[in-house]
């Protein structure tokens, strides 16, 4: 039997396939670090926080996020920029807090070296063999 397979060849060990078990992308992922500031909501998310309040002191009975989350994103589409204004404030205040918070994170986590705390690695690489090149003269 030239090139062909038996019934016997086809069948190796128990019977079973070898399956090649993929690690995840939470298994890939480092553990995340409790200490690290949470990124701050969007404007939308921001009015989203209002908009619960009010609909359910309107809507006592409903239950379902789904709904509430539609309607606010309704909402949200017929507001205009001039409504949306101190939505936009608080949660640019908000950022600027969170960058703040990440500064310190950053700073605590290098040890106190801030050039690299800012930046990402390659940045600071980029900058760093242009500025080598001329201090050498």
């Known amino acids: ?11 190796r060990g128990d019977g079973r396939l070898a399956v090649k078990k ?5 298994e890939k992922q480092a553990a995340k670090d409790p200490n690290k500031p949470k990124r701050p909501p969007s404007a939308f998310f921001v009015f ?7 609909y359910k002191e309107k809507h006592p009975n409903n239950k379902s996020v789904a709904v509430v989350g539609k309607a606010g994103g309704d909402k949200w589409k017929s507001l205009s920029d001039e409504e949306k204004a101190p939505y936009v404030a608080k949660a640019e205040k908000r950022k600027e807090e969170y960058e703040r918070k990440m500064e310190a994170y950053n700073k605590k986590l290098a040890g ?5 705390s800012d930046k990402s690695k390659s940045e ?13 003269d």
Not at 1 to 11: E, I
Not at 22 to 26: D, F, Q
Not at 112 to 116: A, I, L, P, Q
């Open 112 to 116: 106190g070296d801030d050039d690299e």
């Open 22 to 26: 993929h690690m995840t992308k939470k």
């Open 48 to 54: 989203m926080e209002d908009f619960r309040k009010q």
């Open 1 to 11: 039997m030239k090139g062909g397979k038996s019934k016997a060849d086809s069948k």
């Open 124 to 136: 600071v690489d980029e900058e760093g063999s242009g500025e080598d090149d001329e201090d050498d």
